[in-house]
């Protein structure tokens, strides 16, 4: 499999929801009609980036969002093409985009546009836990969704969100049971977190009960695990899982493997400049909103805010790689690591979480235990200085 520590990707901001979801902090807006001038934004701050990246191919192209399926597909294509234009696309780039079911009626078009992967917001079969989550599609509209996916896509995955409340292991084994029989290639399995600031962490403060408790959460992530690999999907990071390794995604891989990506659109975040030990690894985040990352890229040229622009000490680089890094089933490279950002982590604490079971070892790598991967944030945490 390519190591994708060098390589560059591109992920597109669509920052549109036709309805905001009651759990989700993602930067998202209800559209007020097609954004035409915003897509001509993106497509300018994609010329300003190709001045600063210099000539690099790219690995992938990800539509994220927000619902980046409510884009028409010719400005999908246009969006392609530019990319293909400024950069290249490396062979076997992967073009990915995240869609909603209800908008299945545009697959075929968001295919024929070159989109090759689906990353599909099935999140459950069941109607009512569909309406619990506030989310504006149903469970046979799911499953209509995915057999259209599936017929226009190469590359297919369903997205699914487990350990609401009320949800029993029988409940999840049934819902998890349908998404692996589907024939995609991927599993996303997301956990319900409960974030400030959501509609759901408004609710909880006022003592309304929308997650399961922790031993809960751990019992229906171990689960999702059993089945996965049962079903002959493992498990290559935290919380996804692929059929194969060509099934794999290679926009999630640039994040958690160190490499470089570009951010383009409100609010998306940038990593750029390989390694912070040869010259400096800056991070960067574009305006959040929509009007204010047109009128950046329209007087700036840019739609990164002199404010939204970071530079990572090698001590930061290291912590955040540290935490992407190890949520990958193939660990974390510790030369690599050192190479890049010219720290370390701390040997007593690698040792100390081996010796409790969290860590394991394999030559210069360390990778997280079934044990360690419950407590990924916590075990990563222990082993920096
Ligand atoms: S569709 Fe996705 S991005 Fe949009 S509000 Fe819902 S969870 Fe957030």
Redesign the pocket.
Known sequence: MTDLGQALGLYLHWP??????P????N?YRPKGDDEALLAAILDDMADWRERTGPRALASLHFG???PSLMKPDWIARVIEAADRLWGLSTGAEIGL?A?PNDQARFAGIAQAGVGRLSL?VQSFDDAVLAGL??DHDGSGARQAIDMALSSFDRVSVDMIYAHAGQTLSDWRTELGEALATGAGHISAYQLTIEPGTAFGKRTERGETLAVDGDSAADLYELTGEMCEAAGFPAYEVSNHARSDADRSTHNRIYWEGGDWIGVGPGAHGRLGRSTADGGRIATTAARRPSDYIAGVATRGSGVPDAGREQLSPHDDMIERAFLGLRITDGLDLDHLAAATGCQPEAAGIDRMIDEGFLARDGVRIRLTPAGRLLADRVTREILP
């Open positions: 549109y929801c036709a309805r905001i979801c759990y989700c902090d993602f998202v969002g927000g619902t995240e909603n917001g506030g989310r």
